[in-house]
């Protein structure tokens, strides 16, 4: 999932205006299914290399999220 939604936010930076707000309209639903069924990481800041992506620091069944 991680790297997934990794190449999405950079497609986004990439995206003309109409474009980048339809696909973030699409991925806002998918987002909050993710966060629904995963759980925060409280480590998340000494283990990530990125961990200002929210989707980085997610649990998911006791494992960091991928």
Do not use: C, I
């Not at 707000?21 to 283990?47: C, G, I, M, N, W």
Request: glycine share 6%; no cysteine.
């Amino acid at each position: 999932m991680r790297h997934a939604r990794d190449v999405l936010e950079e497609v986004l930076g990439q995206l003309p205006p109409r474009p980048r707000s339809e696909l973030k309209r699409q991925l806002r639903a998918l987002d909050s299914r993710y966060v629904s069924r995963t759980l925060p990481d409280p480590f998340a800041a000494h283990r990530q290399w990125r961990s200002d992506l929210w989707w980085r620091r997610r649990l998911a069944g006791g494992r960091v999220a991928g």
